[in-house]
């Protein structure tokens, strides 16, 4: 069965998003089809909670954002890449605003602007601790009103169609029937986020499962910097709690971290202590974890505000917690570091284009420049929204050149429903926790190879039994994972230094080659 559109856009985050809402502005008469996976809302732009960087009290600069960003990134940034994105926050906040984000304010009507790791200002624009949210609603509601965005929920890609470095669009299940379409399309857009679930802890949710990038590297490709995985020091912890954050404003605000005994320990660490960047706080409490040998450890709000300015500036972190009977206005909360951001991705210019011709990649699955080896706090929503526009104004000025290029029908071959979804997940389940365990935080050279000899071996089974089984979203999902994680441990492996969010302690030292990490098919 074929569909034919002008667009295709696969997600239905903040990138995916902002890209319909302004290539349909800047050409109504273009035909957008945008697919989401799950529910439309079900996406790492939701969950956010800290909020969007962008230049806004007279004591900051773009030159001193800039700079925050090229230290987080440890060499590997893309300085112009940086200064684009930069300097256009201001503009693309406004137009937030003017969509409708009531973005929090103080007391003298001010937006109140929060400050997070790493960075040098306050320059954190939030809604509270629920900005994702709020960004995500109040997008999907413009994009719903236009008349040339067609919005298909619980459809899940499968596979690009390209070949010779040139796709054509995608084939994609339809998870309410079950049927699988051929989408054709001039031009199709990844915009599907990050890969956390490829991490037994993760603050993701289940949709990122590295879906774009997996799909991206067979169309040929070319994947980078995929051994930057941020991991994020502070994911509740609870046994019934599934991904949930613990936002770094409560740390910017000045909560303090403690190990189960109350005692405090980050000084040892960093001068920056609690507001180190994110990789050395995440470390730092691995670190803890292994000494002690507990499970946990704990961040303290209680001690240093009081309930009302908890319960206002945190109301989310503070409902969520409360349904596990945690009182964040009374006790410490359990955390742990969790798998969080993906820094690499595919290799792309600011406007989303690729080596493979037709085929775009924005937001969390692109790999731009601007994080190079650590993302700074709050740059990925404003880089989701920034590369979106890019994009659009790309596509809206070439599309017309663009010809549809008709495929195939998908081949169902003698696929049988599996009997066997006991196999997807024990293999789900052996990948994220040798990822966590390898792959992790700290790793080393050993820990790595033993890493890349069981994802072979999974590699491997998978791929005998991928076309044997109908096709389901588990099992898309686990091709995709299992794809993704050797990705990461190739281009672990192939770094011999320690750089950014890259901690290899057989290489405590930076080398002085400053480069990208790059794969491309076959590696
Ligand atoms: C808990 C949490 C807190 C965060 N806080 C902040 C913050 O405060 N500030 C900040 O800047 N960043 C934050 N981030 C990071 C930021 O939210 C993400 O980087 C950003 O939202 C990614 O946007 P995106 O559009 O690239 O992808 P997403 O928002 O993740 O959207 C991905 C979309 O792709 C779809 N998709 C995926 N695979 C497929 C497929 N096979 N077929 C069809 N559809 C598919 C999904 O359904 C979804 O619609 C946070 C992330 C998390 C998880």
Same mark, same amino acid.
């Given at each position: 069965m074929?569909?034919k ?11 995916g998003?902002s890209l319909a809402?302004?290539?349909s502005?800047?050409a109504?008469?273009?035909q957008?089809?945008l697919i989401?996976?799950e529910e ?17 009290s007279?004591?900051?600069?773009f030159?001193k954002?800039?700079?925050?960003t090229?230290i987080?990134?440890?060499g590997?940034?893309?300085?112009d890449?940086?200064r684009?994105i ?11 605003i003017e969509?409708g984000?009531k973005?929090?304010?103080n007391?003298d009507?001010?937006y109140d602007?929060?400050k ?7 320059r ?6 629920l ?7 109040v997008?999907i ?7 040339n ?5 619980h459809?899940c890609a499968?596979n690009?169609?390209a070949?010779?470095f ?13 049927d699988?379409?051929g989408i ?13 679930k ?9 949709v ?5 990038i997996?799909?991206?590297y067979?169309?040929g ?5 995929m051994e930057f995985?941020?991991?994020h020091p502070?994911c509740l912890y ?7 954050l613990?936002t ?5 605000? /000045?909560a303090i =971290?403690k190990? &189960? *005994?109350g !005692?405090?320990?980050?000084e040892g660490?960093?001068?920056?202590? #609690? ?9 730092a409490i ?6 002690t ?7 303290d ?5 009081s309930?009302n300015?908890i319960?206002?500036?945190f109301p989310?972190?503070?409902?969520n ?13 359990p955390v742990?570091?969790a798998a969080?951001?993906?820094c /690499?991705?595919? =290799?792309?210019k &600011? *406007?989303g !284009?690729?080596?493979?011709k037709n085929?775009?990649?924005?937001g #969390?699955?692109a790999?731009t420049?601007?994080?190079g ?7 990925s ?9 890019e994009?659009a104004e790309?596509?809206?000025k070439?599309?017309?050149?663009n010809?549809?290029?008709e ?5 169902p071959g003698?696929?049988v429903?599996?009997?066997e979804?006991v196999?997807?997940?024990q293999n789900?389940?052996?990948?994220r ?5 390898y792959?992790g935080i700290v ?7 033993r ?5 072979n ?5 998978i791929?005998?039994y991928?076309?044997?089984?109908k096709i389901e ?6 091709r995709n994972?299992a794809t993704?994680?050797?990705l ?6 192939s770094r ?9 302690i057989?290489?405590l ?11 491309r098919?076959?590696?």
């Amino acid at each position: 069965m074929k569909i034919k559109t002008d667009i295709l856009i696969i997600g239905g985050g903040i990138s995916g998003l902002s890209l319909a809402l302004k290539l349909s502005h800047l050409a109504p008469d273009i035909q957008i089809l945008l697919i989401t996976k799950e529910e439309i809302k079900e996406c790492n732009t939701f969950y956010a909670q800290g909020g969007i960087a962008s230049v806004w009290s007279k004591s900051d600069s773009f030159q001193k954002h800039i700079q925050d960003t090229l230290i987080a990134g440890d060499g590997l940034c893309n300085e112009d890449v940086v200064r684009l994105i930069i300097t256009k926050a201001p503009e693309v906040i406004k137009e937030l605003i003017e969509m409708g984000i009531k973005f929090t304010k103080n007391a003298d009507g001010d937006y109140d602007l929060g400050k997070e790791g790493g960075h040098s200002e306050r320059r954190i624009l939030h809604v509270n601790d629920l900005t994702g949210q709020n960004v995500e609603e109040v997008l999907i509601k413009q994009v719903r009103k236009l008349p040339n965005v067609d919005i298909k929920e619980h459809w899940c890609a499968i596979n690009l169609y390209a070949t010779n470095f040139r796709c054509d669009g995608a084939y994609v299940l339809d998870q309410n029937t079950g049927d699988i379409y051929g989408i054709v399309a001039k031009a199709t857009i990844l915009a599907t986020g990050g890969a956390g679930k490829i991490y037994l802890y993760t603050t993701n949710p289940d949709v990122a499962s590295g879906d774009g990038i997996a799909m991206a590297y067979r169309a040929g490709a070319i994947i980078a910097n995929m051994e930057f995985y941020q991991f994020h020091p502070t994911c509740l912890y609870h046994p019934y709690a599934k991904s949930f954050l613990i936002t770094e404003a409560i740390r910017g605000e /000045g909560a303090i =971290l403690k190990d &189960i *005994n109350g !005692s405090e320990f980050m000084e040892g660490y960093h001068p920056l202590k #609690e507001l180190a960047p994110r990789d050395i706080v995440s470390r730092a409490i691995d670190a803890e974890l292994k000494r002690t040998g507990d499970d946990h450890v704990l961040l303290d709000i209680a001690s240093y505000k009081s309930p009302n300015f908890i319960k206002s500036h945190f109301p989310g972190v503070y409902e969520n917690c409360i349904k596990f009977n945690i009182d964040i206005t009374k006790d410490p909360i359990p955390v742990v570091p969790a798998a969080h951001y993906c820094c /690499g991705g595919v =290799l792309t210019k &600011i *406007n989303g !284009s690729t080596k493979v011709k037709n085929l775009y990649v924005i937001g #969390e699955s692109a790999c731009t420049g601007l994080h190079g080896a650590n993302r700074l706090a709050s740059n990925s929503l404003l880089e989701g929204l920034v590369c979106g526009r890019e994009c659009a104004e790309f596509l809206a000025k070439t599309l017309k050149d663009n010809k549809i290029n008709e495929f195939e029908d998908w081949e169902p071959g003698h696929a049988v429903p599996s009997t066997e979804a006991v196999v997807l997940t024990q293999n789900w389940d052996e990948i994220r926790r040798f990822m966590w365990n390898y792959v992790g935080i700290v790793r080393t050279d050993k820990r790595l190879q033993r890493a890349k000899k069981r994802i072979n071996l999974l590699l491997d089974e998978i791929n005998q039994y991928y076309w044997d089984f109908k096709i389901e979203k588990n099992l898309v999902e686990l091709r995709n994972l299992a794809t993704v994680a050797k990705l990461i441990i190739v281009s672990a492996i192939s770094r011999k230094e320690s750089r950014g969010i890259h901690y290899n302690i057989d290489y405590l030292t930076k080398s002085s080659m400053i480069r990208p990490t790059t794969l491309r098919r076959p590696w």
